[in-house]
């Protein structure tokens, strides 16, 4: 006999799968893997800089309860080439009212037009630096998880994301979150508060600057997090990394995490209009 609990996560995968594969149908691009000479060109760039002043980095990521910032992260030769290949124009927008207003280019995409930040996330010196801060082996999460790896596009006046902690669908404390500036023309701020809900330390309220180069590492469930109003004319770019310490998504959460990612992919008004879209238009 199946007891209650399993009869519910049975349903909520089904549930999951189906919110997936309507996800997928709206940008139905499959990953592509990493050409062998430029992921071994990426690792090459990329050691001698994250190994600079690991062992203190690690220590401030440990003070603040899982956050640091370093302000020369990467250097403006790495920045340059993940800026190049950033196209603004193909950013999949997605409004929620009051709470989120920006655009965004998933991970699938990546793979395919950004062949250089997709083997920047896939390095092994990536995975290691965050491995050494998290103080756990990590990982990169699946291929076809568009917000392991995403270019997030604040283009137009307002634009914003309200505060929040990251769903990862995975179990708690296993996703670390991080955050490289690539564009700031911008007044916009990334807004951070430490210690939130910790009795024995004292807020910290941050706004931040994300200038090209800055990488931000934090516990996505830990660190409350948000992005303040975009002004007139102008831009702010960043590049949104996630790892995982393992790939398991209880069916429950993976079912709020994709929720989520259909709820903030498209906005309101996206999935309104793609369900009116199926139920007047005949299948292919
Ligand atoms: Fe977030």
Redesign the pocket.
């Known amino acids: 006999m199946i007891s209650l609990a399993r009869r519910i996560d049975r349903l909520a995968d089904v549930v999951a799968d189906r919110l997936d594969a309507f996800n997928h149908s709206a940008d139905p691009i499959a990953g592509a893997a990493t050409d062998a000479a430029l992921q071994a060109e990426v690792d090459a760039l990329l050691t001698p800089v994250l190994s600079r002043n690991l062992e203190g980095t690690r220590t401030v990521f440990a003070e603040n309860n899982e956050y640091v910032l370093v302000e020369q992260g990467l250097p403006p030769e790495i920045v340059e080439r993940i800026r190049q290949e950033v196209n603004v124009a193909r950013a999949t927008r997605s409004v929620v009212p009051w709470y989120r207003a920006a655009g965004s280019i998933g991970y699938r995409r990546i793979q395919v037009e950004a062949p250089f930040t997709a083997a920047l996330y896939r390095s092994r010196a990536m995975r290691d630096y965050v491995s050494a801060l998290c103080g756990k082996p990590m990982q990169c999460k699946s291929d076809d998880d568009d917000h392991a790896c995403t270019f997030y596009v604040y283009s137009k006046p307002g634009d914003r994301m309200s505060f929040?902690y990251?769903v990862c669908g995975c179990e708690d404390a296993a996703s670390y979150?991080m955050i490289i500036g690539v564009v700031d023309d911008s007044t916009q701020r990334l807004l951070v508060e430490l210690h939130r809900g910790d009795g024995a330390r004292r807020r910290q309220s941050l706004q931040i600057s994300t200038r090209p180069g800055v990488m931000i590492t934090f516990a996505?469930s830990k660190v409350w997090?948000g992005v303040s109003r975009l002004g007139r004319n102008e831009l702010r770019v960043t590049l949104g990394l996630a790892y995982a310490a393992n790939n398991r998504q209880p069916p429950r959460r993976r079912l709020i995490k994709v929720m989520a990612d259909t709820f903030f992919h498209f906005g309101l008004g996206g999935m309104v209009k793609r369900r009116h879209r199926r139920l007047v238009e005949p299948p292919e």
């Open positions: 929040h990251d979150s996505g997090h």
